[in-house]
């Protein structure tokens, strides 16, 4: 009898596990330089989200990742953006490529928003974020919005390069496809949606501060002011 209660248990839990799907699964890898963490599956990067302790780190994607069920996280408000003003993001991530679909963000009064948060680049960092994939994103912001980066603060050394983002991206102040305020390169990037805002909304990044893009597109349907 014991042993069936233990069974019914376990299958609850799973089932559970799999509507909600917030388990963080702790990547391959070991976060350096030479041995980055694989990021696989949604697990995987949402033990990425969870450890902000861990966001000066090196990653690499290994696989397509299938982020539709971000839709039921966090009471409906989906993916937390990894990095803030208290803890930033500025480590090394390369999607090889890879998509990430179906990103869901609904957090209206909150700023720096998208699949990164913040993202500080300092010149000895070593720091690089490169072909990332988002496909069929939604995402709700207020102030500092972006597909990818929410606000992004670096130097012309330091790129974000051969990433992308096609879907919907709304809020109110600094709003861009892809970078909400930008302040570091961009290289053959684009974004292919919606950008919805107030002031300083574009198609690939709200504002940007003095920074190099190059090779880069968007295909969009803006509304707002201050279109970059």
């Given amino acids: 009898m014991k042993r069936n209660y233990l069974v019914v248990i376990l299958f609850v839990f799973l089932i559970v596990s799999k509507l909600f799907g917030q388990n963080a699964v702790l990547p391959l890898g070991s976060g ?15 033990w990425m989200n969870q450890n902000a302790n861990e966001w000066d780190k090196y990653y690499i994607q290994v696989a397509n990742i299938d982020a539709t069920e971000t839709i039921d996280w966090d ?6 953006p990894i990095g803030n003003y208290t803890t930033f993001f500025s480590g090394y991530y390369d999607g090889q490529n ?3 679909n179906g990103l869901y963000i609904r957090r209206p009064e909150s700023d720096l928003i998208g699949f990164l ?3 500080f680049f ?11 994939r988002l496909e069929s994103v939604n995402v709700l912001g207020n102030n500092h919005v972006g597909a990818l980066i929410g606000e992004c603060i670096g130097n012309d050394e330091i790129e974000v390069s051969n990433c992308s983002a096609e879907g919907s991206v709304t809020g109110n102040d600094y709003i861009g496809g ?19 805002g107030n002031d300083y ?5 709200g504002s940007n501060k ?16 201050d279109r970059v």
């Fill in 210 to 225: 003095i920074s190099l893009i190059k090779d880069s597109y968007t295909d969009v349907n803006i509304i707002g002011n």
């Fill in 32 to 46: 350096t330089e030479a041995d980055p963490y694989q990021i696989e599956n949604i697990e995987n990067l949402f």
């Fill in 178 to 196: 892809l970078i909400g305020k930008n302040g570091t390169s961009l290289l053959n990037t684009y974004y292919i949606g919606d950008v919805k």
């Fill in 75 to 80: 009471n409906g408000a989906g993916w937390s």
């Fill in 201 to 205: 909304v574009g198609g690939l990044v």
């Fill in 98 to 100: 890879y998509t990430i």
């Fill in 122 to 132: 300092s010149y000895n960092s070593g720091a690089h974020i490169k072909n990332i």
């Fill in 117 to 119: 948060g913040y993202v």
